[in-house]
């Protein structure tokens, strides 16, 4: 089956650790994107990547970090720099041709102990 | 800067009404919209894609219509079931070679039975 896998579905942050979100997908996609979701709002970018090796901030990426070592994965490391980590974050990948359209993994919630 | 708003933020109807969801955005130069699922705790689905030199899109007892120059989107679900109880998200993706997407709010629907 082809899709977008995200783990841990929970995970849980002390203070002034860092932790890092898999995602993986087996697309083939080129394109992947970290959303994250805070009650009741929509959802904002965080990171995307267009292409193996390279990475774009997105509109909130202050207190995160992510590599695109392989085209099928795309983690996201989230610091102890970011002050308000409780959120439910989502990966998402876009195929290239025809009518582009993103996918999405299942999500990952993360507390903070 | 591109903005995007749903109206209403909450939505209760009893079974087998038809209702109207709707989307607005501040930025014509749009590439396509997409409305998407989000079941509680879960990732999202897309339920239609409308491109920007498109009018509406149909799947089943889905309806979407896109009207760029007046910034509106309008998804139109027919005969409501208790079963598209859910949160629906709208989300824009600007022209240009990102992909990346500007999500509203959502609206979160009950169906009653």
């Known amino acids: 089956d082809g899709g977008i896998t995200q783990s841990p579905k929970y995970l849980f942050r002390k203070e002034g650790q860092n932790v890092t979100l898999s995602c993986e997908q087996n697309?083939?996609?080129?394109?992947m994107y970290w959303y994250r979701q805070d009650p009741g709002q929509g959802l904002r970018l965080i990171y995307y990547?267009?292409?193996?090796?390279?990475?774009q901030k997105g509109d909130i990426a202050e207190g995160y970090s992510v590599s695109r070592e392989k085209k099928e994965s795309f983690p996201l490391t989230v610091t102890s720099a970011q002050k308000n980590p409780t959120a439910f974050y989502l990966c998402?990948?876009?195929?290239?041709?025809?009518?582009?359209?993103?996918?999405f993994g299942p999500g990952t919630r993360l507390l903070v102990l | 800067k591109q903005e995007v708003t749903q109206i209403p933020a909450a939505l209760s109807v009893p079974e087998g009404e038809n209702l109207v969801l709707n989307c607005s955005f501040t930025d014509s130069a749009i590439y396509n919209l997409q409305w998407f699922r989000q079941d509680p705790g879960k990732g999202l689905t897309s339920l239609l894609l409308?491109?920007?030199?498109?009018r509406e899109q149909t799947s089943g007892r889905l309806n979407a219509s896109l009207d760029k120059s007046s910034g509106r989107s309008t998804l139109y679900i027919a005969a409501s079931q208790p079963g598209d109880s859910a949160t629906y998200l709208c989300?824009?993706?600007?022209?240009?070679?990102?992909?990346?997407?500007?999500f509203g709010q959502g609206t979160t629907l009950q169906v009653k039975p």
């Open positions: 697309l083939n996609h080129d394109a």
């Open positions: 998402a990948s876009r195929n290239g041709g025809g009518v582009e359209t993103q996918y």
């Open positions: 409308i491109q920007s030199s498109q």
């Open positions: 990547s267009q292409i193996v090796n390279d990475f």
């Open positions: 989300a824009v993706r600007p022209s240009g070679n990102t992909g990346k997407l500007i």
